[in-house]
């Protein structure tokens, strides 16, 4: 969670010196794109809300990582936590349903990712 934090406190110091650079494009602010992804608790309970309050959006890219310890239920978002940033707002992207190496999977065994999460979202 130290490391997201200061990744955020980081990027909101930085904010301001970006719009000191002359843009490429000077009739259009500068684009800032932020994205997150393996569903962390930290991201729900601090990120969300540091953006929300600074009023910034992002893309959550999400996966159900396998709970095989109590502690494992506490350090990753559950699925109505992944809901309730979805009704804050924020865009949720597909990150496969278990965080494969995309690269060792067949072509069905990613259609079944990607529609894991796809189940997920639409229940
Ligand atoms: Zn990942």
């Not at 893309?59 to 992944?82: G, L, Y």
């Not at 349903?97 to 999460?117: A, D, F, M, P």
């Amino acid at each position: 969670m130290k490391r997201i934090t200061i990744a955020i406190a980081l990027l909101l110091f930085m904010l301001p010196f970006s719009y000191a650079l002359p843009p490429a494009d000077t009739t259009r602010p500068p684009i800032v794109i932020l994205s997150f992804d393996d569903a962390e608790i930290s991201h729900y309970t601090v990120v969300a809300p540091m953006l929300k309050k600074y009023h910034c959006n992002a893309t959550f890219f999400v996966c159900d990582f396998p709970r095989k310890t109590p502690a494992d239920s506490v350090e990753f978002m559950n699925w109505q936590q992944i809901q309730r940033l979805h009704q804050m707002g924020f865009e949720i992207g597909n990150h496969t349903g278990h965080h494969k190496n995309v690269t060792k999977l067949t072509r069905g065994q990613l259609q079944q990712e990607i529609q894991y999460v796809d189940d997920k979202c639409s229940s």
